[in-house]
């Protein structure tokens, strides 16, 4: 098992920032791909972004492009999600993921993130 436990969420005026964390633990991979999803209530969850294992792939959502990076420290096995010019759009509970090759998901217990207008 994969154990992910996520920190960092909170409350940020718009143009604001905020850095997630998430750190895993647990029986890892060699290969595998972390993440983050968003969620709103009664809404599908939504990808956010994604980072390779080895760190040379990433992938962002359309609507954070430019705004979000995601990057990795492999040592502490840590996603980071840096957020900037944050919108009252983004508010949502943010779930780190982690996701084998072999296509087995883990989930962290997810964090709320709000931006007031």
């Known amino acids: 098992q994969v154990q992910l436990v996520e920190s960092g969420g909170g409350l940020v005026q718009a143009g604001g920032s905020l850095r997630l964390s998430c750190a895993a633990s647990?029986?890892?991979?060699?290969?595998?791909?972390m993440g983050w999803f968003r969620q709103a209530p009664g809404k599908k969850r939504e990808f956010v972004a994604t980072?390779?294992?080895?760190?040379?792939?990433?992938s962002y959502a359309d609507s954070v492009k430019g705004r979000f990076t995601i990057s990795r420290d492999d040592a502490n096995m840590t996603v980071y999600l840096q957020m900037s010019l944050l919108k009252p759009d983004d508010t949502d509970v943010y779930y780190c993921?982690?996701?084998?090759?072999?296509?087995?998901?883990?989930w962290g217990q997810g964090t709320q993130v709000t931006v007031s207008a």
């Open positions: 993921n982690y996701v084998t090759i072999g296509g087995k998901n883990y």
């Open positions: 980072i390779s294992w080895n760190g040379g792939l990433t």
């Open positions: 647990g029986r890892t991979f060699s290969s595998y791909f």
